[in-house]
């Protein structure tokens, strides 16, 4: 089980979620990828910015909490949504785009370069990948959950293989200069 499987920390983490969005980095997905475009957000949690990327992009949504995609179900009965796991992603179809706001961050190292490799094969040749992280070089675990902090250099090495980094940069969310964005694309696969 894990700590998201559980009905009162999804609740708390709603209401501590409360207030904050992925408008900003939603807006610098916008300014790359054009209306319309298929978007598999991972760790979508409550949906709060599920809801942003639907007014532009067609979107499916994905946790590995079932009690998330079942909140959210309720609430909005059309929405595509999908069980997954950020690390192995087990799904046939391929996607535009994929995003996540603070969701790799509870991955491993090693997760996370998994992770980058399984998102690189769902993408169409040219997508987009956008993810925010805790910006640092720590390591913390709070009831069981993991907090990997990530710089760009720290980061380079796992995605080096798959994607080309097109916007890279720190941010606000709490703290001054507390979270990191990253903006990839998917690398061309080599001449034959």
């Known amino acids: 089980m894990t700590f998201y499987d559980n ?8 209401a501590m979620a409360q207030g904050y969005d992925g408008q900003e980095l939603v807006a610098l997905l916008r300014e790359h990828l054009a209306a319309g475009a298929s ?6 949690g ?6 942003l990327l639907r007014t532009t992009y067609s979107v499916i949504g994905s946790d590995r909490s079932t009690i998330f995609l079942e909140r959210y179900q309720r609430t909005h009965p059309e929405a595509t949504l999908l069980q997954l796991d950020a690390v ?8 535009d785009a994929i995003y996540s706001n603070k969701v790799l961050h509870h991955l491993t ?11 690189a094969e769902i993408l169409h040749d040219g997508g987009l990948a956008l993810h925010s992280f805790w910006y640092g070089a720590q390591e913390e675990e709070h ?6 902090y990530h710089t760009e250099e720290s980061l380079q090495p796992l995605l080096a293989d798959h994607f080309d980094v ?27």
């Open 7 to 14: 009905q009162e920390n999804v609740e708390q983490y709603v």
């Open 166 to 192: 097109l916007v890279s940069h720190q941010y606000t969310e709490m703290d001054e200069g507390d979270s990191l964005v990253l903006l990839l694309r998917k690398k061309e696969p080599p001449a034959a």
């Open 143 to 148: 009831e069981g959950l993991l907090f990997t």
């Open 39 to 44: 978007v598999l957000e991972l760790g979508m």
């Open 88 to 95: 192995t992603l087990a799904t046939t179809m391929q996607v």
């Open 46 to 51: 409550p949906g709060v910015d599920l809801d």
């Open 109 to 119: 190292v090693a997760e996370l370069q998994r992770s980058f490799a399984r998102q």
